[in-house]
């Protein structure tokens, strides 16, 4: 085993120095490649530190991006600073997701709550995230990455900048790796809101609602509901976010700021991940003193 890998395997397996079970505070050097030098590991082990079976990598991870403005402000710079900083952590987490074995991941990029901040920040805002999906299709497309936008329904959304999500949609959607959403002017309410005007148009009775037929009038219903939820900045809240989809997601709280976390640290949540025990609601199989 190369260096590297040694190191990366170590990530995985060992949660390291400070990292509590409910997140991982502080950041960790990124090892992974995306265009511009960065390089990645090969992805999870295949056994847990204890030696006991490891547990699947979630299917689905989603990411509140947190911590943009407290970075700059940390540093004495504009707010508009640390949203250009998080451009290199968004890059980092997708290739460390995909590599990893992901198979949908989702960036809580902007909400419906968001367009109550100042007018300059909501502009500049608009402008960095289209110089960057323009900057980066081209390295999408390449690694097989279909791309999705949920949301972009309000009126206030540039018309360049939703024309390019559409295009990056079409571009993107033949491939066959991981599927990355984008939550844009995202709310989950709005969603839920949505999905029973739709129920109640299409003349369903109400005897007939299921929680299954109420999810297929869901933007993207074939989105699997969410495994692992990571909010960094150590912040512990929903914010409206894919409500429907996190009902029996794990959560993981790391402190790092969003433009501070990297592969390392992503990868150090999946091992958290790996190491909870979800029942659902339900019991364990040894319980009540049984030891069959």
């Not at 451009?87 to 809580?108: F, H, K, N, P």
């Not at 329904?153 to 993107?172: C, E, I, N, Y």
Request: hydrophobic share 40%.
């Amino acid at each position: 085993m190369t260096e590297r890998g040694a190191a990366d395997r170590a990530v995985l397996d060992e949660p390291g120095p400070g990292v509590r079970d409910d997140g991982v505070p502080g950041a960790r050097t990124a090892a992974g490649e995306w265009p511009g030098g960065r390089r990645y590991g090969g992805g999870l082990d295949a056994n847990t530190r204890a030696g006991t079976p490891a547990r699947a990598v979630p299917r689905h991870v989603a990411c509140v991006m947190d911590g943009n403005g407290r970075w700059a402000q940390r540093r004495s710079l504009p707010r508009t600073a640390g949203h250009q900083a998080a451009e290199t952590t968004v890059i980092d987490i997708i290739e460390a997701a995909r590599t990893s074995g992901v198979e949908w991941l989702s960036l809580y990029a902007f909400s419906t709550e968001n367009w109550n901040r100042p007018d300059p920040e909501v502009e500049f805002l608009m402008r960095l995230v289209r110089r960057v999906v323009r900057k980066h299709a081209p390295s999408l497309l390449a690694r097989g990455i279909r791309c999705r936008f949920l949301g972009v329904a309000d009126p206030r959304v540039p018309r360049g900048l939703a024309r390019d999500f559409d295009d990056l949609t079409t571009l993107t959607e033949e491939n066959r790796g991981m599927t990355l959403t984008v939550a844009f002017d995202h709310g989950g309410r709005r969603d839920i809101v949505q999905a029973a005007r739709s129920l109640i148009l299409s003349g369903t009775p109400a005897d007939d609602v299921t929680e299954r037929l109420f999810a297929e009038h869901l933007p993207f219903p074939d989105t699997p509901d969410v495994d692992l939820v990571i909010r960094t900045s150590g912040e512990q809240r929903i914010s409206n976010f894919m409500l429907w989809q996190v009902a029996y997601a794990e959560w993981v709280f790391p402190e790092a700021l969003w433009p501070d976390f990297r592969a390392a640290d992503f990868l150090a949540c999946l091992h958290t991940y790996r190491c909870r025990d979800r029942r659902f609601g339900g019991v364990p199989p040894r319980t009540n003193g049984d030891r069959s």
